[in-house]
């Protein structure tokens, strides 16, 4: 592949000329817009060779002519490299309810637990998948791994001297995409209570938050913190400029790249969970319900302060998420 003309440094432009791309999009988890940017930052963090790599895999997915073939509207080659790259991020959701769903891969549920009163009643008998370890005999067609698994088999099986081409993409897609997952804090944590959340919140699925609109959920406030924007637009490719250009965001990425283990993703989202998303005023809330777990929890307000914080950590962990993916993608061989 001829050397795309600019720089691979924070900032580069040619992030901006990604603003004409616009492309269909579908399904979600930090929902399509955040999974672009967690992509758009990798890439600017890729040297040529691992780009090169990366993108003969993708050409060998299984799935290439449905969702890694670019409009022929993409002349400029660097575009169509983008736009694939892109699309890898939000592969595992397009593909949704059919045969190729992996539904647990995406989160893992470290407890949360109310109270030392529902810890002690919860968890020595919790139904929650929390091993770090493969288990024997796990594939790609393994349908109950948490997130912490299915990164390891996927970078596992990425080089693995048996592995076909069509595996190693599929393996490129999945890790495109739950790198970015196990850095939202909703997808390693779920809340769980002695009366009401016996099996846990579904990672915040089950907590109301008062919209401008209409409810929404904790999961899905921390999902929509780039947007719902389910195309790769000019505003999206502004923000990923922005994030790159923010010399504390870049820090942080290269602080984050040094740290390669899904586990350690993992523990640090979860402590994020437990330190901000998890507000007093959301737990009074769950609180509230659990002298009658059959009535609604009233939907909480969310204060400009905690919106403050949520956006300042979802944008350092999609850096962080992006700086690491580039990272993990040069492991392709």
């Not at 990366?54 to 022929?72: C, D, I, N, S």
């Not at 694939?84 to 939000?90: M, P, R, T």
């Amino acid at each position: 592949m001829r050397r795309p003309n600019c720089s691979w440094r924070p900032g580069t432009a040619c992030l901006c000329a990604i603003i004409l791309v616009v492309t269909p999009g579908m399904a979600s988890a930090w929902w399509d817009s955040g999974h672009r940017l967690v992509a758009l930052v990798a890439w600017s963090r890729m040297d040529v060779p691992t780009r090169t790599r990366v993108l003969r895999l993708l050409g060998e997915h299984p799935q290439v002519e449905k969702y890694f073939t670019p409009p022929a509207r993409l002349q400029d080659g660097r575009l169509r490299h983008q736009w694939i790259i892109s699309q890898a991020a939000v592969w595992s959701d397009l593909v949704r309810k059919s045969d190729r769903d992996r539904p647990t891969w995406h989160y893992i549920n470290r407890p949360l637990f109310l109270s030392e009163k529902a810890r002690r009643s919860l968890q020595p008998r919790l139904r929650v998948n929390l091993a770090t370890r493969l288990p024997k005999g796990a594939s790609l067609a393994t349908q109950d791994l948490n997130v912490i698994q299915a990164i390891s088999l996927c970078r596992q099986r990425l080089n693995a001297r048996d592995a076909t081409e069509a595996e190693r993409a599929v393996c490129v897609t999945w890790l495109c995409h739950l790198v970015g997952d196990v850095h939202q804090p909703c997808h390693s944590t779920a809340s769980f209570t002695a009366r009401r959340f016996l099996r846990g919140d579904r990672g915040g699925n089950d907590v109301p938050i008062r919209g401008d609109k209409k409810d929404i959920n904790l999961h899905m406030y921390w999902d929509g913190q780039f947007g719902q924007t389910r195309t790769l637009d000019g505003d999206l490719v502004r923000r990923a400029a922005a994030l790159l250009a923010d010399r504390k965001l870049v820090a942080a990425g290269r602080r984050a790249e040094k740290r390669l283990q899904g586990e350690t993703w993992v523990a640090e989202s979860h402590r994020l969970a437990r330190d901000v998303v998890y507000s007093s005023a959301i737990l009074a809330a769950i609180g509230s319900g659990e002298s009658d777990p059959e009535k609604a929890i009233p939907a909480v307000e969310l204060s400009g302060d905690y919106a403050r914080r949520a956006r300042a950590v979802a944008r350092q962990r999609v850096v962080e998420a992006g700086f690491r993916l580039a990272r993990v993608l040069a492991e392709v061989r």
